[in-house]
């Protein structure tokens, strides 16, 4: 493929409600999409890098910088496809957002005009897939308690609540009183440190599915040494970039269960490596979420379509994120949500919607500038 045209597409996009987590808390998301026109047709990619850089290092004017400065200009020349980009962009180091959202718009464009759609070409076998819901800390005990209900009466039958130090045993004895079956788990968001390993290892008393990432994404023999006083398995998110993360923290028992998030990884043929090695070692993984709109979404869904993604993804319906989405909406259909089977993501995007969110595009190939 030729790409002709390359544009960056930003837009502050309302959360239906304030999202916090060990962090910090986001009441809009910051959101950063790749256009490509490539042969006469179209692609587009999401980039998962938040407004500040809390999450991990990168952040969405650092993520744009990167794409407009060295990412882009590496791949508009000569002949190009997604499987392409990972190899041309090797030279910069991390920005694995960036790498992920414009992977992403080269291998929509390309399986759109080869009308194959992007589970399909990943070897997803479902056409549906399990997710769960990825539940914020709330002022209160009482106001999570109802959350937690009102997204079980949605049909959510996996939920995880975001803990720190300060807000854990309470707001798990409550959840855990009023849902004694629920599949419930926790992520922390390296909020803690050794000093909470008691703590932590105390989580073991909710019979949750899995605790993720308690401690910094460096430390790798902390969490092997809780894993080996717990009986609930960890499960690493920040700590793993790569497939070497992978086999690495595999190695050392610093987890048993790996989150798989596309924007984390460098994208989506990253992402299916890590569940290939992962599949081989007997190692379960899920499909984690950045707050997409529903063109991540859309790669993410295809992604958890892979058979060795066992637990239920941290992807909502469109409706838990937003009050409109940027495709069509993503809908719960019993705990499920179906995998788009169009050609390439198998969404269109809905160019209203990007207006009446006030979206500026900035063309950064492709013009005379
Ligand atoms: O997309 O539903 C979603 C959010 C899932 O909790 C979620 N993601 O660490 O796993 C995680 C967080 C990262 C984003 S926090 C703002
Ligand atoms: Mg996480």
Redesign the pocket.
């Known amino acids: 493929m030729t790409i002709e045209r390359v544009e960056l597409v930003r837009l502050a996009m309302p959360l239906v409600r304030p999202?916090r987590?060990s962090?910090?808390v986001?009441h809009t998301r910051d959101v950063l999409l790749v256009h490509v026109v490539a042969d006469g047709g179209e692609g587009w990619g999401e980039c998962a890098a938040?407004a500040e850089p809390?999450?991990n290092e990168e952040f969405t004017e650092s993520t744009a910088l990167v794409l407009e400065r060295w990412l882009v200009p590496a791949v508009v020349d000569g002949d190009v496809r997604g499987a392409d980009v990972a190899t041309r962009t090797a030279t910069v180091k991390g920005y694995r957002a960036a790498k992920a959202g414009l992977e992403m718009a080269v291998l929509d464009a390309e399986l759109r005009a080869a009308g194959q759609s992007l589970a399909h070409h990943l070897g997803g076998t479902r056409d549906a897939v399990d997710v769960g819901?990825?539940v914020?800390i709330t002022p209160t005990v009482d106001e999570l308690v109802a959350q937690v209900g009102g997204y079980v009466d949605d049909g959510y039958r996996r939920v995880?609540l975001?803990v720190m130090p300060g807000w854990d045993l309470e707001p798990l004895r409550a959840v855990r009183a009023d849902h004694p079956d629920l599949a419930l788990q926790v992520?922390a968001?390296a909020g803690y440190t050794a000093a909470h390993l008691d703590l932590v290892a105390s989580f073991d008393d909710f019979g949750l599915l899995m605790v993720?990432?308690p401690f910094a994404p460096e430390e790798l023999r902390l969490h092997a040494r809780l894993a080996a006083r717990m009986a609930t398995p960890i499960c690493l998110?920040?700590s793993i970039l790569s497939t070497v993360h992978a086999a690495t923290a595999l190695d050392l028992g610093a987890c048993t269960i790996v989150?798989i998030?596309v924007g984390r990884v460098g994208g989506v043929l990253e992402a299916r490596r890590i569940h290939d090695l992962c599949l081989a070692r007997g190692v379960p993984v899920w499909c984690?979420?950045?707050?997409?709109t529903g063109i991540g979404?859309a790669a993410?869904v295809a992604l958890a379509s892979l058979p060795g993604f066992t637990f239920p993804a941290?992807?909502?319906a469109s409706d838990?994120?937003w009050r409109r989405d940027l495709t069509e909406a993503f809908v719960l259909d019993g705990s499920c949500l179906r995998v788009p089977d169009g050609p390439g993501l198998g969404v269109s995007v809905d160019a209203d919607a990007l207006d009446e969110l006030g979206a500026e595009v900035r063309a950064v190939a492709g013009v005379a500038r």
């Open positions: 999202f987590t962090f910090g986001q938040h809390f999450y819901v990825s914020g995880k975001k992520d968001n993720e990432q998110d920040e989150n998030k984690g979420g950045m707050l997409e979404r993410n941290d992807l909502s838990r994120y």
